[in-house]
T-cell receptor, first 112, second 113 residues
Framework: GENVEQHPSTLSVQEGDSAVIKCTYS??????FPWYKQELGKRPQLIID?????GEKKDQRIAVTLNKTAKHFSLHITETQPEDSAVYFC???????????FGKGTRLHILP | EAQVTQNPRYLITVTGKKLTVTCSQN?????MSWYRQDPGLGLRQIYY???????DKGDVPEGYKVSRKEKRNFPLILESPSPNQTSLYFC????????????FGPGTRLTVT
């Protein structure tokens, strides 16, 4: 079946450095790729998303890039801050239904 | 306030005792989903619904049932819970398929002994 691979599973970066999380998907019909942040004990919340007709999207310190040919998409966080520490999930979905496949998550630690 | 609510938030039950977790949204969203979250496995979709009386299986539907009799409500039913259904469950809704932010409920932590 369809799946989404997410790497790395854990990432530690020095405060102020950049963090990159990568995902690959298998369903070529996928055309919507959201990223969620989940803080400890809380619900996932959308931080940025991208559709397949766009190659890159940026929102302040957060950016997402999509390579549809290679079925890769990545989350980039620049100038990391302590509040960026959380688990991040990528996901892929398609227009024809509401089936959504999530990656297994990346635990991001921001080191002081 | 726009929100997704779930009840109960915490539940401890015994094997085989039927239970229902309720989910309600006040945003008039067409699409609703149930997920389970387990350590190291991320979020896995159990069932989703694209409209009233329209439901479909996600990745891990075994052992679960859902119904969508009203647009705002999407209950999750475990007819005969087993210990492997011990998990954190999230309900979510969104306005349209293939795009649009998905809003998650606060989660229900279920323990089956």
């Amino acid at each position: 079946g369809e799946n989404v691979e997410q790497h790395p599973s854990t990432l530690s970066v020095q405060e102020g450095d950049s963090a990159v999380i990568k995902c690959t998907y298998s369903d070529s019909a996928s055309n919507y790729f959201p990223w969620y942040k989940q803080e400890l004990g809380k619900r996932p919340q959308l931080i940025i998303d991208i559709r397949s007709n766009v190659g890159e999207k940026k929102d302040q310190r957060i950016a997402v890039t999509l390579n549809k040919t290679a079925k890769h998409f990545s989350l980039h966080i620049t100038e990391t801050q302590p509040e960026d520490s959380a688990v991040y999930f990528c996901a892929a979905s398609r227009d024809r239904d509401d089936k959504i496949i999530f990656g297994k998550g990346t635990r991001l630690h921001i080191l002081p | 306030e726009a929100q997704v609510t779930q009840n109960p938030r915490y539940l401890i039950t015994v094997t085989g005792k039927k239970l229902t977790v309720t989910c309600s949204q006040n945003m008039n969203h067409e699409y609703m989903s149930w997920y389970r979250q387990d350590p190291g496995l991320g979020l896995r979709q159990i069932y989703y619904s694209m409209n009233v009386e329209v439901t479909d299986k996600g990745d891990v539907p075994e052992g679960y049932k859902v119904s969508r009799k009203e647009k705002r409500n999407f209950p999750l039913i475990l007819e005969s819970p087993s210990p492997n259904q011990t998990s954190l469950y999230f309900c979510a809704s969104r306005h349209r398929a293939g795009g649009g932010e998905q809003y998650f409920g606060p989660g229900t932590r279920l323990t089956v002994t």
